[in-house]
Structures are given as structure tokens and as C-alpha cells.
Nanobody
């Protein structure tokens, strides 16, 4: 049973930085498709960043150059380093993961409870 747990959220001023962590149990992050998602009040959930088992990363356009997804295999943890934060980055951030399927990283089934990021 995969359990994911996010941490590292908080309140920061515009231009500040935060690093979110996604750990947990029941999975090997290096062998999983892992992603960070966010959902702001009244908005749809969006994928922010993702990393596949080969280490390939992807980002939504609005965070390119500011956010970095990475993983520490020894700690079985995936990180989201967020720099130059903007008020529009305010949202609940979730990590999700799943083993890759026949078509790659298409759907992520395991989700954490989320961590709130507020930028003012």
C-alpha cells in the first residue's frame, strides 16, 4: 500500500522560496512516475512538475525556470524547489506517484494529503 506524505509548505512573501518534500512508504520513488500538482480555490487541479524513472522532468509553462523537481533515491523522497514565488503560486500542493504503465507515465494513482503554499 503506497502512502505519500508531503511537507514543506508555508507562507512566504513574493519572491521567496520553499522546498516541498514528498516521502512516504510502500513505493520506490526512483522506479515510479512522480508528479507535483496544485489546486487553488475555484480552480482546476494542474500538474506543476513531473519526473519519470529515467529522471526526465517536465514543467508547466508558468513555473519553468522557477521550480525544480528532483529526487533523492537514498531518502526515497521527491522534492519541489520553488523559487521566485508569486501570489499566483498560492495553492494546495500534492504529490502523486505510480509505476509506469505500458504507455509510460499516464496516470498517477497514489496521492498525498497536500501541503498549503501561500504567497503574499
Amino acid at each position: 500500500h503506497v502512502q505519500l506524505l508531503e511537507s514543506g509548505g508555508g507562507s512566504v512573501q513574493t519572491g521567496g522560496s520553499l522546498r516541498l518534500s514528498c516521502g512516504g512508504s510502500g513505493h520506490t520513488a526512483s522506479a515510479y512516475c512522480m508528479g507535483w500538482f496544485r489546486q487553488a480555490p475555484g480552480k482546476e487541479r494542474e500538474e506543476v512538475a513531473a519526473i519519470d524513472p529515467d529522471g526526465l522532468t517536465s514543467y508547466t509553462d508558468s513555473v519553468k525556470g522557477r521550480f525544480t523537481i528532483s529526487q533523492d533515491n537514498a531518502k526515497n523522497t521527491v522534492y519541489l524547489q520553488m523559487n521566485s514565488l508569486k501570489p499566483e503560486d498560492t495553492a494546495m500542493y500534492y504529490c502523486a506517484g505510480d509505476p509506469p504503465g505500458p504507455q509510460g507515465c499516464v496516470q498517477l494513482a497514489a496521492w498525498g494529503q497536500g501541503t498549503q503554499v501561500t504567497v503574499s
